[in-house]
């Protein structure tokens, strides 16, 4: 299994970024997807996640500025950032659960200034 993410950067309170993460090694049509987010010093927490027939959920710090959503032609899950603010700033990592395990991805830095 490999999650391959991409589109982190800097970026100025206010702007917005879209986050990729292209997989393989798994029937991305049966899997769940999620983002996850560490900043330094902290825990890694979920930010959204989207299950197999495409239902959403995010945490309530990123909702209405954060859309997760999927294609299932590409294999990718995709995280829309909005109006982005400076505690947004971290490291964040795509996910799923397969083969009865956590995969993730390597991570890609999102950095907000303001």
């Known amino acids: 299994v490999q999650l391959q993410a991409s589109g982190g950067g800097l970026v100025q309170a206010g702007g917005s970024l879209r986050l990729s993460c292209t997989t393989s090694?798994?029937?991305?049509?049966?899997?769940?997807m999620a983002w996850y987010r560490q900043a330094p010093g902290t825990q890694r927490d979920l930010v959204a996640s989207?299950?197999?027939?495409?239902?959403?959920r995010s945490v309530d710090s990123v909702k209405g500025r954060f859309t997760i959503s999927r294609d299932y032609a590409k294999n990718t899950v995709y995280l829309q950032m909005n109006n982005l603010r400076p505690e947004d700033t971290a490291v964040y990592y795509c996910?799923?659960?397969?083969?009865?395990?956590?995969?993730w991805g390597q991570g890609t830095q999102v950095t907000v200034s303001s």
């Open positions: 090694g798994v029937n991305f049509r049966i899997a769940a």
């Open positions: 989207v299950t197999s027939a495409g239902v959403t």
């Open positions: 996910n799923t659960f397969w083969g009865g395990r956590q995969h």
